[in-house]
């Protein structure tokens, strides 16, 4: 695993634009509380990130973990992570901010870890052979 020092993230943390210290606030909430049957993916629209927490467990608002403690603002939570979480949010950012409109990350928990997957689509083969528009064209 990439480690990175706790005071090298502190001083990128600084540097993160506030929509983005929000967004990764929240991913961090989700995977915390992500059990084992829960399966977290995190899509890239070309504008914003849109994470999808698929799960059996009935959620409501208030116990929805992206709404708890919402009083502390990203700076302050910030402030109170480990320093383990501190080198891992930063590997967080670089993995989402690489994704690409045709890939998906996935978050699954498995025991006490949390494994991700990079899956990328493919457009589906078309059995007619027709590539689009009218057939008398193609």
Same mark, same amino acid.
């Given at each position: 695993?990439?480690?990175?020092?706790?005071?090298?993230? !502190?001083? #990128? %943390?600084?540097?993160?634009?506030?929509?983005? +210290?929000? &967004?990764?606030?929240? =991913?961090?909430?989700?995977?915390?509380?992500?059990?084992?049957?829960?399966?977290?993916?995190?899509?890239?629209?070309?504008?914003?990130?849109?994470?999808?927490?698929?799960?059996?467990?009935?959620?409501?608002?208030?116990?929805?973990?992206?709404?708890?403690?919402?009083?502390?603002?990203? !700076?302050? #939570? %910030?402030?109170?992570?480990?320093?383990?979480? +501190?080198? &891992?949010?930063?590997? =967080?950012?670089?993995?989402?901010?690489?994704?690409?409109?045709?890939?998906?990350?996935?978050?699954?928990?498995?025991?006490?870890?949390?494994?991700?997957?990079?899956?990328?689509?493919?457009?589906?083969?078309?059995?007619?052979?027709?590539?689009?528009?009218?057939?008398?064209?193609?």
């Amino acid at each position: 695993m990439v480690s990175v020092p706790t005071q090298t993230a !502190d001083a #990128w %943390w600084a540097g993160v634009p506030l929509p983005m +210290k929000i &967004f990764l606030q929240d =991913l961090v909430r989700l995977l915390e509380d992500l059990r084992s049957d829960d399966v977290l993916t995190i899509r890239y629209n070309g504008h914003s990130f849109l994470p999808i927490l698929m799960t059996h467990r009935k959620l409501g608002a208030e116990s929805c973990p992206i709404n708890r403690g919402m009083a502390k603002g990203p !700076d302050e #939570w %910030w402030g109170a992570l480990s320093a383990d979480k +501190k080198r &891992f949010v930063p590997l =967080l950012n670089k993995s989402a901010t690489e994704l690409k409109l045709n890939e998906v990350l996935e978050y699954k928990a498995v025991g006490r870890m949390i494994q991700s997957s990079l899956i990328e689509y493919f457009p589906a083969p078309n059995p007619s052979g027709q590539v689009g528009g009218k057939p008398e064209l193609n």
